[in-house]
């Protein structure tokens, strides 16, 4: 008998017990482990491309204010030359002559006015004898001044560095005066011309954007800085855009030959108001809940849900457009196992 009621002790003890670990598994709450990330704003900054063309920073026929035979061409098309250099040679033969003659005129006539002075000064001759020879002495100085001009002006001179572009007279053919003869470019910096699409230019200070790069076709591998030079207040009747002319130094690798009419590219960096921060969260953070994509927010201990609004979808992860912030904790491992206000733990492995 006794031992029919030890055993039944036994028993009941072991049932309260099995009724009081229920009790407890019913009324503490499960606490799930979760990895968690950070949230993290990348700075990105919008860039544009456009097509460009290389000009000329100035250009010019030159010509000769006088005619006569090419006695010398001393460069060709594709040659650079110095300010000063000598381009072309007109025979100055009979510019010469003309120039001995006007020296030996002024000769005559300064000789004649210094007779005709001394017999003033004598009372021999009078105010009007005087005159006439001072003007004739100041004819002949202007003559001489004309004729040391043509002179000069029968050598064609570089007006500026540059790159010979076209030469049109051949060697002993007869020109005319203030025919181009020699077209040049000027090297002293490359310009570059693009335009910029309206929507651009009402948000944005041309002149203060930067950097900008330049992309030559002919050396695609390469990007070399250039500034605004100037730009179009009025857009293109056509294009509807607005010219822009970017200006770069000269370049230091001889071996690059930028030349007007090549064709490139131009990025630009828009200004600060363009720039964005993206945040970016790995794919497994996502899940779809009543038709909308969210998140789990780390909220104390426990997780809420966020709805956010998805962008574009990289090989980094998703981009979120709106919903969260830089410096929110989310989840972003099992996010389907979880519930709204679930208490958690934040798993500290890797």
């Known amino acids: 008998m006794s031992s029919r009621l030890g055993g039944g002790v036994v028993v009941l003890v072991a049932i309260t017990l099995f009724l009081a670990l229920q009790a407890v598994s019913g009324t503490a709450e499960a606490s799930s482990p979760v990895k968690v990330a950070e949230v993290s704003g990348k700075f990105q900054v919008q860039s544009r491309q456009f097509p460009a063309k290389v ?43 003309g120039y001995e003659q006007a020296q030996a005129n002024l000769t005559l006539a300064q000789a004649t006015y210094n007779r005709v002075y001394s017999s003033f000064k004598k009372g021999a001759s009078t105010q009007a004898d005087l005159d006439n020879v001072r003007a004739q002495l100041d004819l002949a100085n202007i003559a001489l001044q004309q ?7 029968t050598a064609l001179v570089a007006p500026y560095d540059g790159v010979i572009v076209r030469v ?29 699409p309206s929507d651009i230019i009402a948000r ?7 950097p900008i790069t330049v992309r030559f076709d002919a050396f695609p591998e390469q990007a070399f800085v250039a500034e605004v030079k100037e730009f179009s207040t009025e857009s293109d009747t056509t294009t ?45 953070a996502v899940f779809l809940q009543q038709q909308q994509p969210s998140v789990w ?17 990289s090989e980094n992860g998703i ?32």
């Open 55 to 97: 000009v000329a920073s100035s250009a010019a026929d030159l010509a000769t204010k006088v005619g006569g035979q090419v006695e010398a061409i001393y460069f060709q098309p594709g040659d650079k030359v110095k300010q000063g250099q000598v381009l072309l040679q007109i025979d100055a033969t009979d510019y010469q002559l």
């Open 147 to 153: 004729a040391r001009n043509s002179l000069a002006d």
């Open 168 to 196: 049109t007279p051949e060697l002993h053919e007869f020109v005319a005066p203030q025919s181009p003869l020699i077209y040049l470019q000027s090297q002293q910096a490359i310009l570059v011309d693009f335009q910029l």
């Open 204 to 210: 944005t200070n041309v002149n203060e954007l930067s």
């Open 240 to 284: 509807r855009g607005y010219d822009v002319t970017l200006t770069m130094p000269l370049l230091e690798d001889k071996s690059i030959n930028v030349l007007p009419g090549m064709d490139a590219t131009v990025e630009l960096f828009l200004d600060k108001k363009s720039h964005s921060t993206t945040i970016v969260v790995p794919n497994q």
């Open 297 to 313: 927010l780390l909220d104390g201990d426990r997780v809420v849900r966020q709805v956010v609004s998805l962008g574009a979808l």
């Open 319 to 350: 981009e979120i457009l709106e919903g969260l912030s830089a410096g929110q904790q989310i989840v972003v491992a099992g996010v389907h196992q979880l519930t709204e206000n679930q208490q958690v733990t934040v798993w500290a492995g890797k």
